[in-house]
Each structure stands twice: as structure tokens, then as C-alpha cells.
């Protein structure tokens, strides 16, 4: 019997990565169900409600969210906290109320403490202060994780969730204000090396320390993870500590990362920091213990993964 896929943000770089994934692995287009936003607003319950009714899927990959870096979660708190707190729990109650066998949630690394001893492990959630700057954000991908744990806990559901490090990759937001680190220094460095500009300045210090995980090697995971024996993965987690990590194992500070952006995209000036601007978080390195000892670990180097992000970049969102 074939089962029913809903991968829920299909346009977005995670979700997109995961059908990918699926495809790859054999599972025939027509078991994969998708839908974008203007045809289903995952903020409207009724909508959400009614999807699950009428489409009835076995599996539910929650890869929709609102995203975005230092700059756009400081200046749209609001958005960031009521939107996505509204997606999860949309989706996740109704796919209970539908029978959804298992479902997926993806998180993100600053539901950590800002504090949290290095590498970050599961059990650090909620030890903490967040980091103020994606404190909504991080507190609606919380609120997540325990949707999933609430679920399964007075309903018998098989909600899991992971928490990836910072992504990258094909699909990702170039946008030159609100993007996260590596699509806004590929932009930076592209437009720079086309223009011929002698400096790039880059915001804070460079001193801060972070990994990055190539996106079809979260989309590798999350299909491993949502595909483990039940039994297995409750073995490896506890009812109300059940999130996954799901990192690299490396990290290297932002001017480390500026300099491999550099070798990628061909730039030949001067790198600036300007040290006024905020940093954020010193360092944010995954403890992936519990993933690795599931039987998965990332297989895409920076390089190669910086070279394919460059590529996607030139191809989609260069002028």
C-alpha cells in the first residue's frame, strides 16, 4: 500500500531538499503531497484542518517556517513568533485528528541557551537565557518540540522533531537584508567580485564560531530519522527530551567561512570587519551524538557544499 506524503514548505530549502531526498530514494511523485502558500495558508486552522481531512497523509514533514538571520528576526519579532507558533500548531493538531501515523518536525539550533556549553547536547534545552536577537523565534520552535512531546504523551502519536545547525545550499533566501550568513556573504563576495571592489565589510568582529550543514544532508537525515523503528528511536530519547540534533561535527569562525567564500567565489579584495555590528551567539557547535549513534552522519565538505550553494546561486539569483 502506498503511503501518503505531506511535506509541508516544499518551496522553502529544507523542505525542497526533502522531496528531493524522496524522490531519490524511489518514492514515486504521486505518493508526495505538496502545497504552496497561496494555496494553503498553514496559519489558518480551518484551512489546515480541512487539507488533512480531504488529503488524509500517513507522514507529515514539517519543513515550513518563517526564516531569516540577526537582521530580519531583530525587526519583525512579531511575525517571527506568531507565524510560526500558528504553523505548528495547526499542523500538528491536525494531523493528530486525521490519524497521521508520523510526523517530523524541524527545528533549529537557538532553541539552545546562549550560554550553553559546547558542543550544545540535547539536554542543554531550556537550562538558559536564548540569545535575544531570535528569542521569539527560538521560543516558537520550542513550543514546537513540545507540541510533538504533548502529542505523543497523552495521544500515543509518533511526533519526533530534529534540530539542525546552520544550513545552506540550493534554495536558499539571497535576500541582501534578510538572509542568514553564507547566501548573504556568497552575494556579497559575487556582487563584489563583478563590480571590482577593492573591500567587502563584513558585520561583527569574525571571531564567532559556527557550524554548517549542507541542506541535502539534513534532507538525508530527516528522512533517516522519520524512518527509524519506533522502538530504536525511543531507546536513544526519553518522552520529554525526544529531539534530535542533526549538525556537521565541525565548526569555524565567521572569518574562517568569509575566507572559503572568498576562494569560491574567485574574490581577489580585502576582507573588513566592522566590529560595531552585533555578533550574535560566541559559538554554536551540535553535539550530534545521538544522530551518529542512530547510524547517520554528514557526508558534504564546505567546499563541496559552498561550490554547489555558488552554483545555485549563479543559476537562480544572479543579475
Known amino acids: ?106 527545528g533549529s539550533s537557538c532553541i539552545y541557551p546562549k550560554q550553553a556549553p559546547q558542543p550544545m547536547r540535547e539536554n542543554a534545552l531550556l537550562t538558559g537565557v536564548l540569545e535575544p536577537t531570535n528569542e521569539p523565534y527560538a521560543i516558537a520552535k520550542i513550543a514546537g518540540i513540545k507540541l510533538c512531546e504533548s502529542y505523543n504523551r497523552q495521544y500515543g502519536t509518533d511526533y519526533r522533531s530534529v534540530m539542525p545547525t546552520n544550513l545552506y545550499g540550493p534554495g536558499d533566501n539571497y535576500h541582501p537584508e534578510n538572509s542568514h550568513v553564507i547566501p548573504a556573504l556568497i552575494r556579497r563576495f559575487h556582487e563584489a567580485t563583478v563590480g571590482n571592489a577593492p573591500t567587502v565589510t563584513i558585520w561583527g568582529s569574525g571571531t564567532p564560531r559556527r557550524e554548517f550543514l549542507y541542506v541535502d544532508d539534513m534532507a538525508a537525515a530527516s528522512v533517516h530519522v522519520m524512518n527509524l523503528d519506533k522502538a530504536v528511536y525511543e531507546e536513544h530519547t526519553s518522552p520529554m527530551l525526544s529531539h534530535i540534533n542533526v549538525g556537521y561535527g565541525e565548526d569555524l569562525t565567521i572569518r574562517e567561512l568569509a575566507e572559503a567564500v572568498v576562494v569560491t ?55
Open 265 to 319: 567565489t574567485g574574490f581577489k579584495g580585502e576582507i573588513a570587519f566592522d566590529a560595531t555590528k552585533p555578533d550574535g551567539t560566541p559559538r554554536k557547535l551540535m553535539d550530534s551524538t545521538r544522530l551518529n549513534k542512530l547510524g547517520w552522519r554528514a557526508k558534504t565538505t564546505l567546499h563541496e557544499g559552498l561550490n554547489l550553494a555558488y552554483q545555485d546561486f549563479l543559476q537562480h539569483h544572479a543579475e
Open 1 to 106: 500500500m502506498s503511503v501518503k506524503l505531506y511535506v509541508a514548505g516544499h518551496r522553502g530549502m529544507v523542505g525542497g531538499a526533502i522531496v528531493r531526498h524522496l524522490l531519490a530514494l524511489g518514492v514515486p511523485s504521486s505518493s508526495i503531497i505538496t502545497r504552496t502558500h497561496a494555496e494553503l495558508d498553514l496559519t489558518n486552522q480551518a484551512a489546515v484542518q480541512d487539507f488533512f481531512s480531504t488529503e488524509k497523509p500517513d507522514q507529515v514533514y514539517l519543513a515550513a517556517a518563517k526564516v531569516g538571520g540577526i537582521h530580519a528576526n531583530n525587526t519583525y519579532p512579531a511575525e517571527f513568533i506568531y507565524q510560526n507558533l500558528m504553523v505548528e500548531c495547526n499542523v500538528i493538531d491536525a494531523a493528530y485528528r486525521n490519524g497521521v501515523e508520523k510526523l517530523l518536525f524541524l
